[in-house]
C-alpha cells in the first residue's frame, strides 16, 4: 500500500524490527564465519633470514595495530595484544633435509576465522615487504567450503610485481 498511514508509532515499529533484523544477521555471521588454514611456505636467502622471517612473523607491527585501533575506535595497547594471539604463526617443519644451520627453508602455519582474512593478509604483505629476496608460498584451505588455493583468498600475489 503505497503512501498508507500506518499510525503515529510506525517510525518506532519499522526502528525496532529493522534492529532485530541487523542483530539476528550479525549473530548469524559469527556463528557461519569459516575457519581457514594457512601454510606458508618461505624460502629464505640464509639461514639467519629465516630465522629473522619466523620471529617477524609472530610479532604484528605497531603500524597495523594503529591502524586497527583507530579504524575501529580501540586503545593500541589492546589491539596489540589481540594481533599477537592472532597472528601466531607456528613452525611446521623445515623444508629439506638439512641441519637447522644450514636450513633456509621453512614451513609455518596460521589457523583463523575468515573475518580477519584482511589483517592476516595484511601482516604476511608487511613481513614479505621487510625481507624482499625471500619466496613466500602461500596455501589457503578453506575447509568448511572445501577448497584450496595458493596465494591469498586466490591467486593473489603476496607483494605487488616490482617495476624493472
Not at 54 to 65: D, G, I, K, M, V
Not at 117 to 129: A, K, M, N, P, Q
Not at 143 to 148: E, G, K, R, W
Request: glycine share 4%; net charge neutral.
Amino acid at each position: 500500500m503505497a503512501g498508507a498511514y500506518l499510525g503515529p508509532n510506525a517510525p518506532v515499529i519499522v526502528h525496532a524490527a529493522a534492529q532485530k533484523f541487523c542483530q539476528a544477521k550479525e549473530a548469524m555471521e559469527k556463528k557461519m564465519s569459516n575457519w581457514i588454514d594457512y601454510n606458508l611456505d618461505v624460502l629464505a636467502s640464509s639461514p639467519a633470514e629465516i630465522n629473522q622471517i619466523a620471529e617477524r612473523l609472530n610479532q604484528p607491527s605497531f603500524e597495523l595495530a594503529s591502524w586497527i585501533a583507530q579504524r575501529d575506535g580501540q586503545p593500541v595497547s589492546e589491539v596489540a595484544a589481540g594481533l599477537k594471539e592472532l597472528l601466531e604463526f607456528k613452525m611446521v617443519k623445515n623444508l629439506g633435509y638439512v641441519d637447522n644451520d644450514v636450513n633456509k627453508a621453512r614451513r609455518f602455519s596460521l589457523e583463523f576465522k575468515d573475518k580477519y582474512y584482511g589483517i592476516v593478509d595484511s601482516h604476511l604483505i608487511e613481513v614479505s615487504r621487510a625481507f624482499p629476496k625471500a619466496v613466500f608460498l602461500l596455501e589457503y584451505l578453506d575447509t568448511q567450503a572445501s577448497y584450496s588455493a595458493f596465494g591469498p583468498r586466490g591467486w593473489t600475489p603476496l607483494r605487488p610485481p616490482q617495476k624493472h
